[in-house]
């Protein structure tokens, strides 16, 4: 059973910055496309960002130069960095993979952007 793990999250001041990290146990893990996925209470999942198995990288236009995302394929693990926060990226984020017809979910991590 393919898991991912994330961590990092927590509470930081506007304009500050946060790295996350998501390890998983798959043994295949250069061939899946990872990404970052965030939500808030009454809306919709969204993508951050994504990486696929040749490191084609796309962002969502919210966080364009100010979030970074990267992957170690000997280490199972995807990072986002994220810098100049905002109070509106407040959310719970969510480390996906997806392989074939296989898609996988973290269990989240909070972030929390407030004085």
């Known amino acids: 059973q393919v898991q991912l793990v994330e961590s990092g999250g927590g509470l930081v001041q506007p304009g500050g910055s946060l790295q996350l990290s998501c390890v998983s146990n798959?043994?295949?893990?250069?061939?899946?496309?990872m990404g970052w996925y965030r939500q808030v209470p009454g809306k919709q999942r969204e993508v951050v960002a994504s990486?696929?198995?040749?490191?084609?990288?796309n962002y969502a236009d919210f966080v364009k130069g100010r979030f970074t995302i990267s992957r170690e394929n000997a280490k199972k693990t995807i990072y986002l960095q994220m810098n100049n926060l905002k109070p509106e990226d407040t959310a719970v984020y969510y480390c996906?993979?997806?392989?074939?017809?296989?898609?996988?979910w973290g269990q989240g991590t909070q972030v929390t952007v407030s004085s």
């Open positions: 990486i696929d198995e040749n490191d084609r990288i």
């Open positions: 996906g993979g997806r392989f074939s017809q296989i898609q996988k």
């Open positions: 798959t043994t295949i893990f250069s061939l899946w496309t």
